[in-house]
């Protein structure tokens, strides 16, 4: 668990000016971790960055949970699905059955799977569209090619050739305009469950 951290490259610039390629490697300690929801405890290599981002959220579990996949490397995502497989499977479970288990996982597991169901469902319209196009253009070009063979035995004037449907592709200016308007709406949730999180525990 490195929360992003990575090897950094970069130029050691002396007195003189003179510069020399080096690395920057992320300061990695070993810890031993207890997941609550799991019942397990593993020793993970982690960095002091993720020690206080644990502790921002109020535990081990709560941080991998509402922590964004592009922060959690192949154990993170691992322990994220574990942990989430585990709260479906047991739905009688609340926060009052766990010390450090913020509330706000399970609002976030039932927005996770909202957006999963979201996501499934776009995807499924989007082929389903997409295969409807071209069932359309292939017979529009079966019939212009009838009518073409037709048209050249019969010696008369040639069809028009149809005009083929193409997909829409979304332009470059807009997939940035909704790309930063997801992080601002991110860094706004972010900031809410924090704030839950303390509330939640101080209480």
């Known amino acids: ?27 990695i300690v070993t810890k031993e971790f207890y997941s609550e929801i799991l019942g397990e405890k593993m ?3 982690t960095a002091p960055a993720v020690l206080r981002t644990i ?10 949970i509402m922590t964004r996949p592009k922060y959690l490397e192949g154990v ?11 709260l479906r499977a047991q739905p009688d479970k609340t926060a009052n059955d766990f010390l450090n288990v913020s509330p706000e996982c399970w609002e976030y597991l039932k927005r996770w799977d909202k957006d999963l169901e979201q996501k499934q469902m776009l995807i499924e319209n989007a082929e ?17 090619r009838k009518a073409l063979a037709e048209a050249i ?6 069809p028009p050739r149809p005009e083929i449907e193409k997909p ?33 525990n101080s209480s």
Request: proline share 2%; no cysteine; aromatic share 8%.
């Open 76 to 86: 993170g995502m691992q322990l994220k699905t574990r942990m989430m497989d585990t």
């Open 153 to 158: 035995a019969e010696g008369t004037a040639l």
């Open 1 to 27: 668990l490195f929360h992003g951290k990575t090897v950094r490259f970069g130029n050691q610039i002396s007195h003189s000016d003179k510069k020399s390629p080096r690395r920057w490697d992320p300061n």
């Open 43 to 45: 020793r993970l290599k």
């Open 168 to 200: 829409k592709k979304k332009s470059l200016k807009k997939f940035f305009i909704e790309k930063r308007l997801a992080k601002r709406k991110m860094l706004a949730q972010k900031k809410i469950n924090t704030g839950r999180i303390k509330h939640s």
């Open 55 to 64: 502790d921002k959220y109020m535990g081990f579990d709560n941080y991998i």
């Open 128 to 144: 389903s569209t997409a295969e409807a196009v071209q069932i359309e253009n292939e017979k529009k070009m079966a019939d212009y």
